[in-house]
Nanobody, 125 residues
Framework: VQLQASGGGLVQAGGSLRLSCAAS????????VGWFRQPPGKEREFVAA????????FYADSVKGRFTVSRENAKKTVYLQMNSLKPEDTAVYYC???????????????????WGQGTLVTVSS
């Protein structure tokens, strides 16, 4: 599976951005696609995840109510709609994928087998 993340940029606090994660190379029918972010000088942390089939959407507490993850099957793309952005959301955002993840594992970055290259989101105050 190859993943291509895009959509990052510079936005003012309170603004919105939509990130995309386009997948290729393999069917995603049994996969979980997750979004993680790595703030400057910090470790990569879980943001959100979605099961490609069978339902299941997961969010970190820090983004609940502000971020929405969704997928578009025909384009094999997962989106992360980010609203009400805060300066602390500034990070490089990565998408990852892994087949067969159970719910308790979706927030663990070490469980993901495939990663995109990351896209930088900068939120100014």
């Amino acid at each position: 599976v190859q993943l291509q993340a895009s959509g990052g940029g510079l936005v003012q606090a309170g603004g919105s951005l939509r990130l995309s994660c386009a997948a290729s190379g393999h069917t995603l029918s049994n996969y979980v696609v997750g979004w993680f972010r790595q703030p400057p000088g910090k470790e990569r942390e879980f943001v959100a995840a979605i099961r490609w089939s069978g339902g299941g959407i997961f969010y970190a507490d820090s983004v609940k109510g502000r971020f929405t993850v969704s997928r578009e099957n025909a384009k094999k793309t997962v989106y992360l709609q980010m609203n009400s952005l805060k300066p602390e959301d500034t990070a490089v955002y990565y998408c990852g994928a892994r087949s067969g993840l159970i719910a308790i594992m979706v927030s663990r970055r070490d469980e993901y087998d495939y990663w995109g290259q990351g896209t930088l989101v900068t939120v100014s105050s």
